[in-house]
Every structure is written in C-alpha cells, then in structure tokens.
C-alpha cells in the first residue's frame, strides 16, 4: 500500500478497520475487565472500562454486609462488562456480577480442595439464612447454624466466619454452607488435645451441663465432657441423678475410662469414696442379726439398706412364715426400719441375702410346742382339694388331711364327699415338720382302729357279724358290734347250699356267724364266708359222730352232733 492510500484508506480498508475494531470490542463483552474510577455522582461511580467507553455502576455494588462502599476517583476495580455500548453509547457494567464470577471460580476450587471458606450472614430467609461468601450468596440450613439449636442469630450476622461448603451447582447458581460442621471439627480437634491430656484416675473439676434419666454429663473443658452414669453417683441406690447433683453444679469426678476410638469418657463420684463393699462378709455375718431401712420394694422382694452403700435383698420367701404369695408391699413399706437376719454374702458379686421372718418367731415351731404329735385340735375346713382336706389352726395356719387320713373303712375318694368348706372338725396331729412348714393331721385317727377291735383274729377263726347292708352281690357285715371292721359277705359265701346264696334272706340288724377266710392288716382287707363256716362244721362232726364207712347216713351224724350240742348247752 502506498503513502498515498496510506493517508486516505479506501472505503473496503475502512471497513476492514471497523469491523476489526468490533471484533476486539465484541471480546470484551462477558467478561471481567478492569476499569478506572473516573467520578462519583451521588449514588452512582463512573467506570472507565477502555476502548473510549464508560460505564455506570451503583455505588452499593461496591459495599459489602455490614460495610459500606469505600471508593475514590482513580481507584481501579474488576467489573464485568455486560455490553460495550447501549442505546445511550455507554457500557453496561457490574461490580457484583464482577466479584460473583471471581468469587465461583474461588470457591470451586475450594470446594474441590474441601477446605473451609470465609462468609457473612447478612440475611433471614424461610428455613434458614443467606451467607456472602466474598461475591457469591450462599444458603445456610437453620439445623447448619450451629451444633446446638440456636434462638437468637443475632450475634452471628455480619460478622466474617468460616463455613464449610456442602452442596454446590453454579449453572443453577445455588451454593448449601454449613456453619455446624466447622464448629464439630473444631471441637472434635479440641477435644482430642484435651483428652490426651486426660489419664485414667486422673481426679478433675466439672460442671453439669445436662441431666437425664440415666446420668448426668459434666464438662471438663470447654467443648469436652464425660458421661457420669447414675451408677457410678453413689454406693447407695440412686433412683434419679437429679437426687444427688443439679445442672450448673461445679464437683469433683474421677475418670473412669476413656475410650481411645470415640474418645468418650467415663466419669465416677463414688469411686471418690472409700469401697464399702470392702470387707463386708467380716462386717455383716451370715446368721447375724441387724436393722436396716427399705429403700426398694419389687415383686419379688424388698431391698433393705444396712448402712450406706450396702444393701441386701429379702426375698419374698423369706418375709413371713405363714404368708404365701403375697406381694411384698402388703408386709413392708418403703422407709420402714426393720429387723433382718444375713444369710449370705457373696462379696465379689456385691450381693447380702437377708431374711425378715428369721427375726420373728417361727409360728410352726411354736405350734409343734404347743400341740405335739398325737394332739386333738379343732378347726374349720378352709378347703377340699383332689388330695385332701386344708383345716384352720390359726388364722394364718393350716393342716392337711390326706384323703387316706379321713376314715378307716372308707376310700379317700368316698370320704371326702361328706366334707364342706366351713364345717368344723376335730383331728388328730400326726406331723409338724417347722423347716417345711407342714402340719398333717387325720381325722380317722381320733377314733380306734376297727382293726384293734378284732385283736389278734386270724385266719380260720369264726367271728359273730352283724349284718350292715344288703346288696344284690352280697352283704355288708361289722365284726364285733359297732367297733369293729366292716367287710364284704359275697353271694356264693352266703351258704354251703346253692338255693340258700340269696342275700334277701338276711335283714339288717341280723346277727350271723362267719369263719375269716384271709386278712391282710396292712391293706386292711378283711375276707369273711358263711358256706366256709358251715362246710367247717360239717367236716368236724363227720369226724367225731362217723365215718364214711360206719354205715351211719349224713343225717345221723349230724343229729347226733346236734343232739351233743344239745346235752353241752343243758
């Protein structure tokens, strides 16, 4: 090109140089460009931005929460060039949109690098707070504020902190920070200097800072607490924490054990104090007496407290001698002093087995004092059971008669149908066993034994009966008048003669003469024949009146027999 074309360009070279310059203006759109501060009018700053053009932006743009725009004419700042030229010839600029997109690639990176980022609250929104994250807005969750619920945010706005970003998305522009999980790494940091500081029976200072159903939690240091177990509060039983210690209360606890994985700590007051389990077995002795007071009462028992720290159990089988199946609130009560008896101790396992009935007279040794074996008592019949009868000997007390105790000539089973509950009757005391706690009587023992009236009868002896009853298989007898045995006369033992084996032919109240034909004392079965007797009879005078071959007919010598008896009885 020549100096002259030079000097005076052609119209297709000024184009080239227009559309060249648009170009180079177009590359400044979208992005961050520094510009000068030119002037300030009012609320407004002027902002040179290159290429002969200025922008407007408002001062505010420039403030930060809790600061306010600080900016002079000849300062230079970062703005983001929206367009170069608008309908007025003047760029579209901005100061915010300026430090968002520097402040997104700062925080990318950060977030990628997971480290911590600094931020300000500077705004209550639904469901939480808005922080400024140095040009980029971010949410902070209510539940993120801090490790403990917070009422009063105030203290926390405008005021620059470290977050921890959670959740992150620039093409939708949302940023999720956390203030609470800076604070638990913090804590946990702390904590963990503090704790190795910390040795196992090391005694420290602490404030209760919380307590519950099962402990209390006590600080140690700021930020470091251990567990005090409602347990390890006292040597006595301890219903509640809230019985021995209150919150804010400063006291002195041991460590009891710390955990080198989760770094909890195990706190004790009681292990502050001498054992007193320690030597206890000496102290307490089984067999010996001492009075205690009730601290507990279950089901299955009351706790009694000998002194502080020891405390043994009666078991609800060692409370009373004669009450059964009772709950153990119906003999004592909470706080009642009592007199207890040591049956036990097991001091590797912190155990006393007391007794409250051994402190008391034994009721069953008394009785067996007072009515010995072969007794006759009186009482009323508390109950029938399948087995026997429960008679009343005080209004605690009762006697077993076993159903084989009820009558002589009856079964046990027959017996008891004449009983009822409430009918008096008399007994005989036949054991009292004071360690079992059994009284058994009998009623048929208050009468003789019909065996005894019979003496020394034996088999092949004739006895006189008495006829009792008549039955279709047979008849009832009584040997010897009313005090002897009842046994059964069967059918074909009522005569020699077949025609004469019919039970009608006997009324009650007949006296007949019968030979024992068995007898067994121990099961107390007597065996009684009428046709045993007479075939006896028969056999005895054919031996002293003839013989089968004197000539002399049955009939003979059986008068003649008679005839003897006859003479005899003249």
Same mark, same amino acid.
């Given at each position: 090109?020549?100096?002259?074309?030079?000097?005076?360009?052609?119209?297709?070279?000024?184009? +080239?140089?227009? %559309?060249?310059?648009?170009?180079?203006?177009? #590359?400044?759109? *979208?992005? $961050?460009?520094?510009?000068?501060?030119?002037?300030?009018?009012?609320?407004?700053?002027?902002?040179?931005?290159?290429?002969?053009?200025?922008?407007?932006?408002?001062?505010?743009?420039?403030?930060?929460?809790?600061?306010?725009? #600080?900016?002079?004419?000849?300062?230079?700042?970062?703005?983001?060039? +929206?367009?170069?030229?608008?309908? @007025?010839?003047?760029?579209?600029?901005?100061?915010?949109?300026?430090?968002?997109?520097?402040?997104?690639?700062?925080?990318?990176?950060?977030?990628?690098?997971?480290?911590? $980022?600094?931020?300000?609250?500077?705004?209550?929104?639904?469901?939480?707070?808005?922080?400024?994250?140095?040009?980029?807005?971010?949410?902070?969750?209510?539940? /993120?504020?801090?490790?403990?619920?917070?009422?009063?945010?105030?203290?926390?706005? &405008?005021?620059?902190?470290?977050?921890?970003?959670?959740?992150?998305?620039?093409?939708?522009? &949302?940023?999720?920070?956390?203030?609470?999980? !800076?604070?638990?790494?913090?804590?946990?940091?702390?904590?963990?200097?503090?704790?190795? %500081?910390? &040795?196992?029976?090391?005694?420290?200072?602490?404030?209760?800072?919380?307590?519950?159903?099962?402990?209390?939690?006590?600080?140690?240091?700021?930020?470091? #607490?251990?567990?005090?177990?409602?347990?390890?509060?006292?040597?006595?039983?301890?219903?509640?924490?809230?019985?021995?210690?209150?919150? &804010?209360?400063?006291?002195?606890?041991?460590?009891?054990?710390?955990?080198?994985?989760?770094?909890?700590?195990?706190?004790?007051?009681?292990?502050?104090?001498?054992?007193?389990?320690?030597?206890?077995?000496?102290?307490?002795?089984?067999?010996?007496?001492?009075?205690?007071? !009730?601290?507990?009462?279950?089901?299955?028992?009351?706790?009694?407290?000998?002194?502080?720290?020891? +405390?043994?159990?009666?078991?609800?089988?060692?409370?009373?001698?004669?009450?059964?199946?009772?709950?153990?609130?119906?003999?004592?009560?909470?706080?009642? @002093?009592?007199?207890?008896?040591?049956? *036990?101790?097991?001091?590797?396992?912190?155990?006393?087995?007391?007794?409250?009935?051994?402190?008391?007279?034994?009721?069953? /040794?008394?009785?067996?004092? =007072?009515?010995?074996?072969?007794?006759?008592?009186?009482?009323?019949?508390?109950?029938?059971?399948?087995?026997?009868?429960?008679?009343?000997?005080?209004?605690?007390?009762?006697?077993?008669?076993?159903?084989?105790?009820?009558?002589?000539?009856?079964?046990?089973?027959?017996?008891?149908?004449?009983?009822?509950?409430?009918?008096?009757? @008399?007994?005989?005391?036949?054991?009292?066993?004071? *360690?079992?706690?059994?009284?058994?009587?009998?009623?048929?023992?208050?009468?003789?034994?019909?065996?005894?009236?019979?003496?020394?009868?034996?088999?092949?002896? #004739?006895?006189?009966?008495?006829?009792?009853?008549?039955?279709?298989?047979?008849?009832?007898?009584?040997?010897?008048?009313?005090?002897?045995?009842?046994?059964?006369?069967?059918?074909?033992?009522?005569?020699?003669?077949?025609?004469?084996?019919?039970?009608?032919?006997?009324?009650?109240?007949?006296?007949?003469?019968?030979?024992?034909?068995?007898?067994?004392?121990?099961?107390?079965?007597?065996?009684?024949?009428?046709?045993?007797? =007479?075939?006896? =009879?028969?056999?005895?005078? !054919?031996?002293?009146?003839?013989?089968?071959?004197?000539?002399?007919?049955?009939?003979?010598?059986?008068?003649?027999?008679?005839?003897?008896?006859?003479?005899?009885?003249?």
């Amino acid at each position: 090109m020549s100096a002259t074309e030079t000097m005076n360009p052609t119209r297709d070279a000024f184009a +080239e140089m227009l %559309e060249a310059s648009l170009v180079d203006r177009a #590359d400044f759109e *979208e992005t $961050v460009v520094k510009g000068i501060v030119t002037a300030i009018e009012k609320d407004v700053a002027v902002i040179d931005v290159g290429l002969k053009t200025e922008g407007r932006v408002a001062l505010k743009e420039f403030s930060t929460p809790g600061k306010p725009a #600080d900016l002079k004419v000849g300062d230079t700042v970062d703005v983001f060039v +929206e367009r170069i030229e608008n309908a @007025q010839g003047e760029a579209v600029v901005s100061r915010e949109k300026a430090r968002r997109e520097e402040a997104w690639d700062r925080l990318d990176k950060q977030f990628e690098d997971s480290d911590r $980022v600094e931020g300000v609250i500077f705004n209550r929104v639904k469901g939480g707070f808005t922080v400024d994250l140095g040009g980029a807005v971010a949410f902070l969750p209510g539940s /993120q504020v801090d490790i403990r619920p917070v009422r009063d945010a105030g203290p926390l706005m &405008n005021i620059p902190q470290p977050f921890r970003i959670l959740k992150m998305d620039k093409r939708r522009g &949302n940023i999720v920070v956390s203030r609470r999980s !800076v604070l638990e790494e913090d804590r946990a940091e702390h904590r963990q200097e503090v704790v190795r %500081e910390l &040795n196992e029976g090391d005694e420290r200072d602490g404030v209760v800072k919380n307590i519950t159903d099962y402990g209390a939690f006590v600080e140690l240091a700021p930020g470091v #607490d251990g567990l005090l177990h409602v347990t390890d509060m006292s040597w006595s039983r301890v219903n509640h924490p809230s019985e021995v210690l209150n919150v &804010n209360d400063t006291m002195r606890v041991k460590i009891i054990k710390i955990n080198p994985e989760t770094h909890r700590i195990s706190l004790g007051i009681k292990q502050l104090q001498p054992d007193p389990w320690q030597g206890v077995a000496v102290k307490y002795p089984v067999g010996g007496n001492f009075s205690g007071k !009730v601290t507990n009462i279950t089901d299955y028992g009351a706790f009694v407290e000998l002194e502080d720290g020891i +405390e043994g159990l009666v078991h609800v089988s060692e409370m009373s001698w004669v009450k059964k199946n009772v709950h153990p609130g119906k003999i004592v009560s909470t706080s009642q @002093q009592v007199d207890v008896m040591v049956l *036990e101790v097991d001091e590797s396992k912190r155990r006393v087995s007391l007794g409250l009935k051994q402190c008391m007279d034994n009721p069953w /040794q008394s009785f067996a004092e =007072e009515h010995p074996v072969g007794s006759i008592i009186e009482g009323e019949v508390k109950n029938i059971t399948e087995f026997g009868l429960f008679v009343g000997l005080t209004d605690e007390m009762d006697g077993m008669v076993h159903l084989s105790d009820l009558d002589w000539s009856q079964s046990g089973e027959d017996a008891i149908k004449d009983y009822q509950k409430g009918q008096t009757v @008399q007994a005989k005391v036949l054991d009292v066993d004071p *360690e079992k706690e059994r009284i058994s009587l009998g009623i048929k023992q208050v009468g003789s034994d019909p065996m005894e009236a019979i003496g020394e009868l034996n088999r092949g002896d #004739d006895v006189t009966c008495t006829v009792t009853a008549i039955e279709t298989g047979g008849i009832e007898v009584q040997v010897s008048g009313d005090g002897g045995p009842k046994a059964f006369i069967r059918k074909s033992d009522l005569s020699k003669d077949r025609g004469e084996q019919r039970p009608d032919r006997f009324a009650v109240g007949d006296k007949i003469d019968a030979r024992v034909t068995g007898m067994d004392r121990a099961t107390r079965r007597l065996s009684l024949s009428i046709k045993a007797r =007479e075939v006896a =009879e028969e056999k005895e005078a !054919v031996q002293q009146f003839g013989s089968a071959d004197s000539g002399a007919s049955l009939g003979d010598i059986l008068g003649a027999a008679l005839k003897e008896g006859g003479n005899k009885d003249s």
